[in-house]
């Protein structure tokens, strides 16, 4: 009996199918389609990146341009001292405001190149007198001590006279000792309340910034509020009307980003606002 071993496939050329590897130009053709694929999906992944970044930075700058209007308006509604009319009185001048006419008269708005100044009573809290003001004119009981700090300031709506004081102490029995004497002694019952300084300043053309002050400038609080933190930023604050008589204010706030810093990519959202000042 004959045994035969089989063979491997064989081509027309005898060599083995199995032995046949790709060419160079095979290679460099496979190398070829590999590199545009790597660099298509490159592109698509970065445009895809560039386009999530730029919406982040859309809803970000809205998002920054919906507080910026509501804290605004709050302190220009809060803005006043009560008085009825567009100015406040310091005849001790301890507030940082410049004195507008004689007797003290000092404006509860004022603005001068990109800055606003609001002074009122931002905290929302007032108090009363408990006890008339007889011998010692540097002190008073009131109703409720804990809406002061000692070396801040308040004020004193007496009526026909009114002034700002600034807290040298305030003790356990509360009394609240002034670093000055008060004009007149007031009557049991007056009403006293803190008296603060807001400012606004859009002086730089990139953000938003709300300094809280003392009324005679000691800061107490910043914040900034900006479009997106990128190079391109634009903030703009406009008042486009300003009628104390009828307590209101009208203002448009506008905040834009730039991609490139070019017009083309510019994006820009504007807020129109109308407010009553009811703190007058």
Request: proline letters at 3%; a positive charge.
């Amino acid at each position: 009996m004959q045994v035969t071993k089989n063979k491997p496939f064989q081509t027309e050329q005898g060599n083995s199918f199995l032995q046949q590897g790709i060419t160079l130009v095979e290679l460099i053709v496979a190398m070829a389609v590999s590199m545009i694929t790597v660099v298509g999906a490159f592109w698509w992944f970065n445009s895809v990146w560039k386009r999530s970044v730029r919406q982040n930075e859309i809803q970000q700058m809205e998002v920054q341009l919906r507080e910026a209007t509501k804290a605004l308006n709050s302190y220009l509604r809060a803005c006043g001292t009560g008085s009825g009319d567009a100015f406040f009185y310091d005849p001790l001048d301890i507030s940082t405001a410049p004195i507008d006419t004689l007797g003290g008269l000092k404006r509860v708005i004022s603005v001068s190149g990109g800055v606003m100044d609001l002074y009122g009573n931002f905290t929302g809290n007032s108090t009363v007198m408990k006890a008339p003001m007889i011998t010692d004119l540097d002190r008073v009981k009131v109703s409720n001590p804990f809406i002061f700090t000692t070396g801040t300031s308040l004020y004193i709506n007496g009526g026909s006279t009114q002034e700002v004081q600034r807290i040298k102490s305030i003790s356990a029995d509360s009394m609240i000792v002034f670093e000055n004497n008060a004009m007149i002694a007031y009557p049991r019952g007056t009403l006293i309340f803190p008296l603060e300084r807001i400012q606004i300043d859009a002086s730089g053309g990139k953000s938003l910034k709300m300094n809280r002050y003392t009324a005679f400038g000691t800061l107490k609080s910043s914040k900034a509020f900006i479009p997106s933190g990128r190079s391109g930023d634009d903030v703009i604050f406009t008042i486009t009307g300003n009628n104390i008589a009828a307590r209101r204010m009208d203002y448009t706030l506008t905040f834009a980003i730039n991609n490139n810093s070019t017009s083309k990519t510019r994006v820009q959202k504007s807020s129109d606002q109308v407010v009553y000042m009811r703190g007058f």
